[in-house]
């Protein structure tokens, strides 16, 4: 399906072509039709000779309603521009394309309507050579009567040539769906509509609509029951749990974590403004509409303090209106996370990064440098692919080349932290992450490279030794087990050596002694003795067999007895006797 808006004066036929075109009525309300004036949005469809379905979009052309005509073509790839023959180029003309040219929008189609009743020739020339100076460029036209019938068959035939070009939409992007009606079926419950630009919609599916998640209950496009609609396409979606009270034109639907919600944003406009700018301007964009505060940077950047969030991503094409001076502007979303401007000159700095910053993934690239590390998710929320060489790690997002960096780094603070405190193996990974002012510990193990080690929440260098000193007792500690595995060296035998509490933590740490209980150290390796001592014991057996075969005092048996328990080496049974596993 395509989906094209009309724009143009009003009372020159727009609707009435679309009437032509398709045979349906555009204009819903009584009012409308009692008044021969187009109000709000309308909506019909057709399908041309080719099979292509095409909806249009018809929208107002009295100035009163310039709000409603942006709400109806802010999310359409394509205009038909109406002009009649018998009026020309009106000022209303003017401000739709101008809207129109605000927006970007490249891809266009000429319709000189009542051509029953003027020549249309001068009409056409004329409206052509205007629309070339705008972003649709060359513009084919053709005459039309919607009366009489004149020129619809090769105006239809100028669609299916418009449409023919039009850009593939990416059917697997997520959704965000700009709400332009909501109502309510009976028996259905809520429905709102919409222009799916990219993405797809199924019954099933859940989207965020503001804090709240919604789910939908049915999809309906062109009047019909789908079972999944993809862009481009008319959508009508029934919601499930939310009231249509609840509901506005503007609100978006929005596939979860996807995109960002934002008051502020930096913009880029679509030429160096050439009048003073509005402190105030409305910006628009799909069918929402929210104020803001402009503040300029420089030259054509400035920075949009918005009135409400609006999810919004880098790329999105803004338009700003002074509905004062009847003046539109285009502007590109170029950050929706902007940094603060707190020092002299920051704002002049920004805009100057802005104009250097390049659009695609090298624009990403650049982005991603400027805040070093970002959670991947809000990364792309925010409109951005991955960049080339940034490195993933978990949720986790590092600019290019900025692991290296860090782990470069690393070693120097395990070597400071240690030679404050040489009995701990290496500082707890927290220590690091605030050295490296990383955002979350788990990035630390992303750092570390050898001979470094993340051992039990540490960053260890696997080559360090304990303090000579302490080493010496340790070694005549580990001498006097080698003789004899059982005989553990009783407390004060252990001060006098000058292995105190700290000084055994670093020696389990280092791997050189086993804790066995309070003040009870023993060589690693002791369970396997134990086990092959305890083997040629009849099962099950008592502590007092199992201290006599590892010819220890109780001291020693206790502890290591249980001990020997949790390691699952020994089962204790319910008469306190105990049997190897």
Do not use: C
Not at 125 to 139: C, K, N, P
Not at 222 to 232: D, I, K, Q, S, W
């Amino acid at each position: 399906m395509d989906v094209i808006a009309t724009a143009g004066h009003v009372d020159h036929g727009k609707s009435a072509l679309v009437r032509a075109l398709t045979g349906m009525e555009p204009d819903r309300w009584a009012e409308e039709r009692r008044r021969g004036l187009t109000i709000d949005l309308g909506f019909a469809w057709t399908t041309l000779p080719s099979g292509r379905r095409l909806a249009m979009v018809d929208v107002p052309g009295h100035e009163r309603f310039v709000g409603n005509m942006l709400a109806g073509v802010g999310s359409v790839p394509a205009a038909l521009v109406v002009v009649a023959a018998d009026d020309g180029w009106s000022a209303q003309t003017a401000e739709h394309v101008a809207v129109l040219d605000a927006l970007g929008v490249r891809h266009a189609l000429l319709a000189v309507t009542k051509a029953d009743l003027a020549d249309p020739a001068p009409v056409l020339a004329d409206a052509r050579e205007r629309l070339a100076g705008t972003s649709m460029g060359a513009v084919p036209g053709v005459a039309v009567s919607a009366v009489t019938g004149s020129g619809l068959p090769e105006l239809i035939a100028a669609l299916e040539e418009l449409l023919g070009v039009l850009p593939a939409p990416d059917p697997e992007a997520p959704v965000r769906l700009w709400i332009d009606r909501a109502f309510t079926i009976k028996g259905a419950g809520t429905v709102v509509t919409g222009t799916l630009a990219a993405g797809s919609a199924a019954a099933g599916d859940r989207f965020l609509l503001g804090d709240r998640e919604v789910t939908v209950r049915g999809v309906q496009s062109l009047g019909a029951p789908v079972e999944r609609a993809r862009a481009t396409a008319r959508v009508a979606l029934n919601l499930r749990g939310v009231a249509v009270e609840d509901l506005s034109r503007g609100d978006a639907l929005l596939t979860p974590g996807a995109f960002r919600r934002t008051d502020v944003v930096d913009v880029t406009l679509a030429g160096e403004p050439d009048d003073r700018l509005p402190t105030e301007p409305v910006v628009h964009v799909g069918s929402a509409t929210v104020g803001a505060r402009l503040r300029p940077l420089d030259g054509a950047a400035v920075r949009l303090r918005l009135n409400e969030p609006l999810p919004l991503r880098v790329g999105d094409r803004l338009l700003l209106r002074d509905p004062g001076a009847r003046r539109v502007l285009g502007a590109d979303v170029r950050d929706v996370d902007p940094p603060e401007l707190r020092r002299r000159g920051a704002a002049r700095q920004r805009a100057a990064d802005l104009a250097a910053q390049p659009t695609g993934s090298e624009g990403a690239a650049s982005d991603l440098a400027r805040r070093r590390i970002v959670r991947a998710a809000d990364f792309a929320a925010m409109g951005w692919p991955v960049p080339a060489g940034a490195t993933v790690h978990g949720p986790w997002l590092l600019a290019a080349g900025l692991a290296d960096e860090l782990a470069e780094r690393v070693p120097d603070v395990v070597g400071r932290y240690r030679r404050l405190r040489p009995l701990e193996p290496g500082p707890p990974a927290e220590v690091v992450r605030r050295a490296l002012q990383l955002p979350d510990a788990d990035l630390v193990a992303a750092l570390v490279r050898a001979p470094l080690v993340l051992r039990e929440g540490r960053v260890v260098d696997g080559a360090a030794v304990l303090p000579p000193e302490v080493q010496r007792a340790v070694d005549a500690v580990r001498a006097r087990l080698a003789a004899d595995p059982f005989a553990a060296p009783e407390a004060p035998d252990l001060v006098a050596a000058g292995l105190g509490v700290r000084e055994l933590a670093a020696a389990v740490r280092s791997g050189q002694l086993v804790r066995i209980g309070e003040a009870v150290y023993l060589a690693p390796g002791i369970a396997d003795v134990a086990r092959t001592r305890l083997t040629a014991l009849a099962q099950p057996f008592t502590l007092s067999q199992a201290r006599q075969a590892w010819g220890t005092s109780r001291r020693v048996a206790v502890p290591l007895m249980e001990w020997l328990d949790a390691q699952g080496v020994t089962v204790r049974q319910p008469d306190n006797t105990r049997r190897l596993r």
